[in-house]
């Protein structure tokens, strides 16, 4: 059996990957490709680091348990199946589900600091960084943390300019240049999603 290819997927909060990611889980089947998001290896809680106010930063890549990640990596390229809870984003009331995830001939790695950590970078085959503008990326944060996660505007507005931006500059950003690929999602990502779509017909037919 050929080793299934690896591609990552990064990119700023807000800069549209997780409508990426859904356009891709709409297209393709879990027997063509497996996706595995990063959110869902965010340490507890209790954890988390907090800042000088006493507010815990999930923007930092020690959230992360970034060697279960890995490992889980390297379990679905040799073929075998994992099994985590899903993360519930700090929602108490809200009982995680456990997640399946299937080897496929493809595997998609997303999340934030998918390219930061240096042991998923030498695992990946390809990458694309996705990006946005400032002012989009904040209007999307917005929407999506008032009206998904019922956080108050004063709340989104302070993480992202006191963890969001500052992450960005220095975990993110600098691994753009070292992509494959950079998808421009000002306006729509459509275009390079065709190619990437494209692409992954090519593994899986």
Do not use: W
């Not at 990552?8 to 409508?19: D, L, R």
């Not at 996706?35 to 209790?46: C, F, M």
């Not at 042991?119 to 390809?126: C, S, T, V």
């Not at 709340?155 to 240049?177: G, Q």
């Amino acid at each position: 059996m050929e080793q299934p290819i690896v591609i990552g997927i990064s990119g700023g909060s807000g800069s549209g990957k997780t409508s990426f990611i859904r356009k891709l889980r709409s297209v393709f089947t879990t027997e063509e490709i497996c996706i595995v998001s990063q959110d869902d290896y965010y340490k507890p809680r209790s954890e988390q680091i907090e800042d000088a106010k006493g507010v815990k930063n999930f923007d930092l890549p020690v959230s992360i348990n970034d060697q279960e990640l890995i490992y889980d990596i390297h379990a679905l390229k040799e073929g075998k199946t994992v099994t985590r809870p899903e993360y519930t984003f700090n929602n108490d009331q809200r009982k995680p589900s456990v997640i399946t995830l299937k080897s496929a001939p493809v595997i998609v790695v997303e999340g934030l600091f998918v390219l930061h950590f240096e042991k998923i970078r030498a695992i990946l085959d390809y990458s694309i960084f996705i990006e946005a503008r400032e002012n989009l990326k904040v209007i999307r944060r917005i929407k999506r943390d008032q009206l998904e996660r019922n956080y108050p505007l004063e709340d989104v507005l302070y993480r992202y300019e006191n963890h969001v931006m500052i992450a960005f500059d220095k975990y993110i950003k600098p691994y753009k240049e070292l992509t494959d690929i950079v998808i421009n999602n000002n306006v729509s990502f459509d275009k390079g999603f065709e190619i990437l779509a494209g692409f992954i017909k090519t593994k899986t037919a």
